[in-house]
């Protein structure tokens, strides 16, 4: 049985909204108000789509959110026609992916994937049993660390700290 999931994608939609409500001028987490007020529903609708473009899941989405996916998805389809019929929202999602993308892209990637995993095999042991595979991409490349269940928890925490100023993603996928 393979499972397979992408736990950055909560933390990346967590960090988006972040810019978001600092670009907005709002408190940092009021994108998951229940309210409807258009000072949050603008801000929410951006987020939300910028997290879409990039590839964040809807469930992740909704998750932080505080919503139900199908609005993720009616969010996501309404893009196009709210780009270039609203100003208020063309204006905010470009100032908002501009900022996202100039922090994305301060961040450093690694060139090839056995100097990524010496990095990562100085913080942490791999397993002798396989039961997880921790998937980490970086830029373009990318490299595993097969771990125990038992182990799982403690060495994506130090894979995670290792990684702190890196752009990356992780992908856990079970054995």
Request: aromatic residues 10%; proline residues 1%; charged residues 25%.
């Amino acid at each position: 049985m393979t499972y397979h999931s992408n736990i950055t994608d909560k933390e990346k939609f967590q960090h988006i909204c972040d810019i978001t409500t600092s670009v907005a001028g709002l408190r940092k987490g009021s994108l998951a108000f229940k309210s409807r007020k258009h000072k949050l529903q603008l801000p929410r609708l951006v987020a939300a789509n910028i997290g879409r473009i990039n590839e964040i899941h809807h469930r992740a989405i909704a998750e932080v959110l505080k919503r139900d996916r199908s609005l993720i998805y009616h969010y996501e389809n309404t893009h196009s026609a709210n780009y270039t019929s609203w100003a208020d929202y063309r204006k905010m999602f470009n100032l908002v992916h501009q900022a996202f993308t100039d922090i994305e892209n301060t961040k450093p990637t690694f060139e090839d994937s056995k100097g990524m995993k010496n990095y990562l095999l100085e913080f942490v042991n791999e397993s002798k049993k396989n039961q997880v595979e921790i998937m980490i991409i970086s830029g373009k490349v990318g490299c595993k660390i097969v771990t125990s269940f038992a182990d799982f928890s403690s060495i994506l925490k130090k894979i995670k700290f290792a990684l702190t100023n890196y752009n990356h993603s992780i992908q856990i996928n079970l054995l």
